[in-house]
């Protein structure tokens, strides 16, 4: 698809009236994906990252990139932020659009390199098509999270085995990420680490039922493929407002 100047990945999302399943609306679904996916990081920050987190590093200068920054600081106090993207003009570009917004830092800057993305880096977010880790064990600092939401595939990798050996292991869907995410895939072919290396479902630590982080050195890493349920409510939630500000463009159907 980029080859042919389209998104990498194009969806669409159909919603249906629960009561009677008649269809409701099509939802534009590259942008509700990011967004939804955002939420999800948001939250997983919000439950692990350290209280004192202010650097955020983003890896990926696309529409993923974007909402996971605005994810991260949503819900932590975020003085600096790096983007760093195998385009330098892409990450430009990201800096130019996404500085000062909200509460995003008008300190974000590109990154000249990994290393200077994560070396001070207290949250780090990675949102590429990557199949090779797209930083260093070495370079990271003790007690940084990481949300990884670019690893979808087997065949696909961003973060490194040994620090995917080391950190406490998050998920949105265990039996999602065993199937899809070479990030624990490969080195649980290589016997590195079994699947009892995921110590808790992100749902398990809002109920109540499993720990988070449990010290201020941990390193910590949320992995998410994204499940259906949360296209669904995001779209319930997308519809809802549409309907109250009046947004979109009502058909026959």
Not at 5 to 27: E, R
Not at 28 to 37: K, N, Q, W, Y
Not at 159 to 165: A, C, G, L, Q
Not at 171 to 185: M, N, Q
Request: aromatic share 4%.
């Amino acid at each position: 698809n980029p080859a042919h100047g389209l998104p990498y990945i194009q969806a669409a999302v159909l919603a249906f009236d629960a009561a009677s399943g008649n269809a409701s609306a099509i939802l534009e679904g590259s942008s509700l994906t990011a967004i939804r996916t955002g939420a999800g990081s948001g939250a997983a920050i919000d439950l692990l990252a350290r209280k004192d987190s202010k650097v955020v590093a983003i890896f990926g200068a696309g529409a993923q990139g974007r909402t996971q920054l605005e994810a991260a600081c949503s819900v932590r106090r975020v003085e600096k932020a790096w983007v760093f993207d195998s385009d330098p003009k892409r990450a430009e570009a990201f800096v130019k659009e996404m500085a000062g917004q909200g509460a995003i830092p008008s300190t974000l800057e590109p990154a000249s390199t990994a290393q200077a993305a994560v070396k001070d880096a207290d949250i780090i977010c990675t949102a590429t098509t990557s199949t090779s880790p797209v930083f260093a064990d070495a370079d990271l600092k003790p007690g940084v999270h990481i949300s990884a939401i670019g690893s979808y595939t087997p065949e696909m990798v961003e973060v490194p085995e040994e620090t995917i050996v080391r950190a406490s292991v998050f998920v949105d869907s265990r039996s999602a990420v065993l199937a899809e995410a070479g990030d624990l895939i490969q080195p649980m072919q290589k016997g590195l680490i079994t699947e009892a290396h995921v110590r808790a479902e992100l749902g398990e630590i809002v109920l109540g039922r499993k720990a988070g982080r449990s010290s201020e050195s941990e390193i910590t890493y949320f992995k998410s493929v994204g499940v259906a349920v949360q296209d669904a409510i995001a779209a319930q939630l997308a519809l809802k407002n549409a309907k109250a500000m009046g947004l979109g463009q009502e058909i026959q159907f």
